[in-house]
């Protein structure tokens, strides 16, 4: 199956502070999903991106899908954004996901 | 749009009996729904690709006699742990894609198993 590998596998950051997340993968794909897990266990679809850049408020994403990663890039960070960020990949409907990076944002 | 809901959210069974979950997908139809596991501190695993109307797809090492997985509706899909055993505590998600959009994939929130 595809590979994937998320970096750093654990950051701090101090509020207010930008950060970029890293997902690399082995195989081709055409289905790329970053998600942010909540301490309940929930995953919120944060981006579907099997190619390209998108945005949304201070998050926003980038896969270049040629050389086989995407990045998540979150600015002016906030408590809030603390949990567990997983990158998920897939070509047609299955998915693997990363280990993931667990982000804790400090006041 | 695109809500995903489980139940039960969580649920303790004994050892030897079988527990029921549920997966709804609330407005949106799901020819395709996913079934996965996650242990404490790990990533997700896939189980199982649940097809409605036709059998579900297990992934390797999954045993398809104990996780019995029923895709019964374009809305339902419902995983049974049969026989359960300590071993199969954990936390289980499932997931289902919109049948008009992309292979974008939502996620339920979970139901964590307890097996005493």
């Known amino acids: 199956g595809i590979q994937v590998e998320q970096s750093p596998p654990d950051l701090i950051l101090q509020e207010g502070a930008n950060s970029t997340l890293r997902c690399n993968f082995s195989?081709?794909?055409?289905?790329l999903q970053w998600f942010h897990q909540n301490p309940w266990g929930q995953l919120i679809n944060l981006f579907y991106?099997?190619?390209g850049t998108k945005q949304n408020g201070r998050l926003s994403a980038t896969t270049v899908a040629t050389e086989r990663y995407s990045l998540l890039y979150i600015s002016s960070s906030q408590t809030t954004d603390s949990g567990v960020y997983f990158c998920a990949v897939g070509y047609d409907y299955k998915l693997s996901f990363g280990a993931g990076t667990t982000v804790t944002v400090r006041a | 749009g695109a809500v995903v809901s489980q139940h039960p959210s969580w649920v303790i069974c004994k050892s030897g009996t079988s527990v029921k979950i549920e997966c709804r997908s609330l407005d949106f139809q799901a020819t395709t729904m996913f079934w996965y596991r996650q242990f404490p501190k790990q990533s997700l695993m896939l189980m199982a690709t649940?097809?409605?109307?036709?059998?579900?797809?297990?992934e390797q090492g999954v045993e398809k006699d104990k996780f019995l997985i029923n895709h019964a509706s374009l809305t339902l899909s419902t995983l049974t742990v049969t026989s359960a055993h300590p071993e199969d505590s954990s936390f289980y998600i499932c997931?289902?894609?919109?049948?008009?959009?992309?292979?974008?994939?939502?996620f339920g929130p979970g139901t964590r198993l307890t097996v005493t």
């Open positions: 195989d081709s794909v055409n289905n």
């Open positions: 991106i099997p190619s």
């Open positions: 997931s289902a894609r919109d049948d008009r959009d992309s292979y974008e994939q939502y």
């Open positions: 649940s097809n409605e109307g036709s059998k579900a797809t297990y």
